[in-house]
């Protein structure tokens, strides 16, 4: 009897001190408050999204505009998206169908979202469809649409007007708010706990359409005051570090504080783009605000990208693009990051662009065409991203042939090892026929990694796949490689010879290296490189030595 009570005081005195000690070195509860929600964190000039406390990578995919519209057309797709390995669903909230009647709001699709996702282990992006989408008022609702008087539009310089709310409408915003805040609130209710949905996406791809600018007498109006003293105050504070292309407008006319928007910018059409990108930015600050004041989630605005030659207004004029990301910071500082989406080739160009000012990268649409999986290695390996998704991805007709899903159960197995790595530990590749080969160095090693096609041995053809790939360094000489395509051949820095002492293809289990065959003989080209071959995906483990 006295041994157990012994051992009935040694258990409550030992959690008693691990207690303590949890509390002193992981903080207590009452520390955390608030921690749990998704959330992300910044890394020098990247950032992690956090989702359940652990860094989580989004391999995702957008559905159709369409789709979600209809629960029972949804119930047909969700078997489509598990196939895919998709973490992620992206998909949006019509206001037109949460609000039909003024104030009275139905949630019902976004509940069904919520569940299915539940069921089939999916977190969820939602996409606020409010005042604007692809620059239109297309999903307003009904009773908005029918009352131009209320929710006046934007004109063109002759007068004409477009079926695009203008941001000058204090009605609208009023009204888009506070449809927002009643989704913000649903949210909170239903998710806090849970957390299926990890972040949104306010309005869809924002610009001023067919003209760099609105036309209407409030616009007018607005257009020949003093430019906003917050956006000179930003710009003066952040002159050092201003976006050349901002930058250089403010220039022009001798980096003037204070004025009309012709008389700080000139009588331009970029002048005409800046003054929409604040007055749109701002329009959106005051949603994003005040959604998330309700329920704090990740927020974030997504850009249809301009084609080179184009001027403002051929694209749609002042969304989130590059050139005025300055612009939409000062306007809209509750926004957490601002998303390309690509129907454009030139895919470094942009991400390059996206990625200046630590904007952290996250790809929510991207065309569903081949060659997205090897993207999506190297978005996330290169630029760190947060995640990438293929647009319209319920769009297959072969879920389980796609490539991408190949790609995606890559960089869910490496998420805990790019989650732990310091980013310069972490490295993507692409390749193709225009670019054959990159370098990458690492500590004493050069790592030149070449596409298959090179190869002495591979068809002679002109058609060749992107190709794609990750690569974290760890200590000791080791190197995890995961991608399709890829060949790698290691010298060092300091004139050594570099051999390859083992190679393993492997699988994480429940995060643990897992080794699989020992990659040797004409796996490795005899020592020679690390192979996965095109149309293979797979992860492998590469430790080198050196010899003289
Ligand atoms: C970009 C938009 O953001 C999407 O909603 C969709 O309209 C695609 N373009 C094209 O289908």
């Not at 929600?37 to 956090?50: D, E, V």
């Not at 009275?104 to 989408?133: H, P």
């Not at 002109?462 to 395509?485: R, S």
Request: glycine share 6%.
């Amino acid at each position: 009897m006295n041994r157990v009570r012994q051992r009935i005081q040694y258990i409550f005195i030992a959690s008693f001190f691990s207690t303590i000690f949890l509390f002193a070195f992981i903080g207590s509860p009452a520390q955390k408050v608030g921690y749990g929600k998704p959330h992300l964190l910044k890394r020098g000039n990247y950032a992690q999204l956090i989702v359940d406390n652990k860094p989580f990578i989004i391999t995702g995919g957008e559905l159709g505009n369409s789709t979600a519209s209809s629960a029972r057309f949804m119930e047909s797709i969700w078997p489509k998206l598990k196939k895919l390995n998709l973490n992620t669903v992206i998909a949006p909230v019509y206001w037109e169908l949460t609000e039909p009647v003024e104030g009275k709001f139905d949630f019902q699709l976004v509940d069904d979202l919520i569940s299915n996702s539940r069921k089939n282990n999916f977190k969820l992006v939602l996409l606020w469809f409010g005042t604007w989408k692809n620059s239109m008022s297309c999903y307003v609702p009904e009773w908005m649409k029918m009352d131009q008087q209320r929710f006046p539009r934007t004109q063109n310089s002759t007068g004409k007007t477009e079926e695009i709310i203008t941001p000058f409408s204090l009605n609208a915003l009023q009204s888009d708010k506070k449809a927002f805040i009643q989704l913000m609130r649903h949210l909170k209710e239903i998710d806090s706990k849970q957390q299926t949905v990890v972040m949104i996406q306010v309005e869809n791809e924002i610009g001023m359409l067919p003209e760099a600018r609105d036309y209407s007498s409030a616009a007018n109006d607005a257009f020949n005051r003093p430019v906003p003293a917050a956006l000179i105050n930003y710009l003066a504070s952040n002159k050092n570090s201003l976006l050349p292309e901002i930058k250089q407008v403010w220039e022009s006319k001798g980096f003037k504080t204070s004025g009309s928007w012709e008389d700080v910018f000139g009588k331009s059409l970029a002048t005409d783009e800046l003054f929409m990108a604040w007055y749109f930015g701002a329009f959106v600050e005051e949603i994003a605000k005040a959604g998330k004041n309700v329920y704090d989630l990740p927020m974030y605005v997504n850009a249809a990208l301009n084609r080179a030659g184009r001027k403002p207004g051929e694209y749609p004029s002042a969304g989130p693009l590059p050139h005025v990301m300055d612009v939409w910071k000062a306007a809209a500082p509750s926004l957490d990051f601002f998303s390309p989406d690509f129907y454009n080739p030139d895919f470094k160009y942009w991400n390059d662009l996206y990625t200046r000012s630590s904007n952290p990268l996250f790809i929510p649409e991207h065309k569903f065409e081949p060659g997205v999986d090897a993207k999506a290695l190297y978005a996330i390996g290169h630029y760190k991203a947060i995640g990438f998704s293929p647009f319209s991805i319920e769009s297959t007709n072969q879920p389980e042939k796609e490539p991408i899903r190949n790609a995606y159960q890559i960089i869910q197995q490496l998420s805990g090892e790019i989650g732990k790595a310091n980013p310069q530990n972490l490295e993507g590749v692409l390749l193709s026929l225009e670019q054959d080969s990159v370098t990458i160095n690492h500590g004493d090693y050069v790592l030149t990694v070449t596409h298959p096609y090179n190869l002495s041995w591979a068809p002679k053809t002109n058609d060749w796949p992107l190709t794609g790939g990750i690569i974290i360094a760890l200590p000791n000489d080791e190197f995890y490689v995961g991608g399709t395509g890829l060949v790698i051949s290691f010298k060092s820095i300091s004139g050594s010879q570099v051999g390859i002492l083992k190679i393993d293809e492997g699988k994480f289990v429940n995060g643990i290296w897992r080794p699989g065959r020992r990659m040797n003989g004409d796996q490795d080209h005899q020592g020679r490189h690390l192979r996965i071959d095109v149309n293979d995906y797979s992860i492998q483990r590469i430790k080198l030595y050196q010899y003289k």
